[in-house]
């Protein structure tokens, strides 16, 4: 294993990783704008195979969302997830003036919730934050 960490991918990898884990492709034309608009990605390779990934995007402001969090089955429990975590979240925290206040957010799958916090977050509910949500819009079957 061979393992290097670079900061970009392409439409075809990031589409790859999204089916490696079970989750719907997403048509080239949006991932490709999506990706042009990540404020920050993080690509797992092994000998250049794309094996890993995750994005930062966010309104410049006060909130930053980390999305896209997958490693392939095959190379997880490895250690590489958590890499990209660090790398994700080095970037965030190089990006925070002192002074500054920002909101980090994230969706976790069911199960791994225990994975992000050794990050710092937090599962939600709690007292002051109800569930996060999500609710996508299918047109692609009309």
């Known amino acids: 294993m061979n393992i290097?960490?670079?900061n970009?991918?392409?439409?075809?990898?990031?589409?790859?990783l999204?089916?490696?884990?079970?989750?719907?492709?997403?048509?080239?034309?949006?991932?490709s704008k999506g990706l042009e608009n990540s404020a920050f990605t993080v690509c797992a390779?092994?000998?250049?195979k794309a094996i890993g990934m995750a994005r930062v995007i966010t309104d410049y402001g006060y909130v930053v969302f980390i999305t896209d969090v997958?490693?392939?089955p095959e190379y997880q429990g490895k250690g590489i997830g958590g890499e990209i975590m660090k790398r994700i979240m080095n970037y965030i925290n190089e990006n925070i003036s002192p002074g500054q206040k920002?909101?980090?957010?994230?969706?976790?799958?069911?199960?791994?919730?225990?994975f992000y916090e050794k990050f710092g977050f937090?599962?939600?509910p709690t007292g002051a934050m109800g569930?996060?949500?999500?609710?996508?819009?299918?047109?692609?079957?009309?």
């Open 18 to 31: 999204r089916v490696a884990v079970g989750w719907d492709a997403i048509e080239n034309e949006l991932t």
């Open 122 to 124: 937090i599962k939600r």
């Open 70 to 72: 997958i490693v392939v």
């Open 8 to 16: 970009s991918l392409t439409v075809e990898e990031f589409n790859y």
């Open 131 to 142: 569930c996060g949500m999500t609710f996508w819009i299918d047109k692609t079957k009309m």
């Open 102 to 114: 920002k909101l980090i957010q994230l969706m976790s799958r069911d199960g791994k919730e225990e």
């Open 45 to 48: 390779r092994d000998d250049e």
């Open 4 to 6: 290097e960490y670079t």
